[in-house]
């Protein structure tokens, strides 16, 4: 895993989210995981194929995810994670890991990215490989995980 494969990620994230009203991002810190990652709440898994293979998952709380999911919704009250919130925060890590995509394209990387597939509970999830980068950020003053696990093919 290659630690220039972030920046897409944070490019995007940057981008987006300004996008759908939120602009309260904080970057806190990076660090690399092993190939298990503990749900904070919500994971949402992005699978990615092409010049890069591996997936990226998402991870935030439940709390989070409402109030991600209320600012895209034109701040309507998002009081559980039902299905129309959960639709609107799988939209969301399609729209960050496809425009991450584009910026890989800027590099001469194609990827093609998979449907996100969301999970919540108290559970945990397997990444793609055994080093993950995990980029940890404050959206709303929330937590919220990029966990990046993808490698070149050769």
Do not use: H, W
């Amino acid at each position: 895993m290659d630690v220039k494969y972030i920046n897409p990620f944070l490019d995007s994230l940057m981008n987006i989210m300004p996008q759908l009203g939120i602009s309260d991002l904080k970057r806190k810190s990076l660090s690399v995981k092993g190939k298990t990652i503990k749900s904070p709440g919500v994971l949402i898994n992005v699978g990615i194929v092409g010049d890069l293979r591996g997936n990226v998952i998402y991870g935030t709380t439940v709390e989070c995810a409402k109030k991600i999911a209320s600012s895209m919704m034109m701040g309507m009250p998002v009081s559980e994670l039902d299905e129309m919130a959960q639709s609107a925060i799988s939209e969301l890590t399609n729209m960050l890991t496809a425009n991450a995509s584009m910026g890989f394209s800027e590099e001469d990387i194609s990827i093609d990215i998979s449907t996100p597939t969301l999970m919540y509970g108290d559970f945990t999830a397997t990444a793609s490989s055994d080093k993950v980068i995990c980029v940890e950020m404050l959206i709303l003053g929330l937590p919220f995980e990029i966990n990046i696990a993808i490698d070149r093919i050769s």
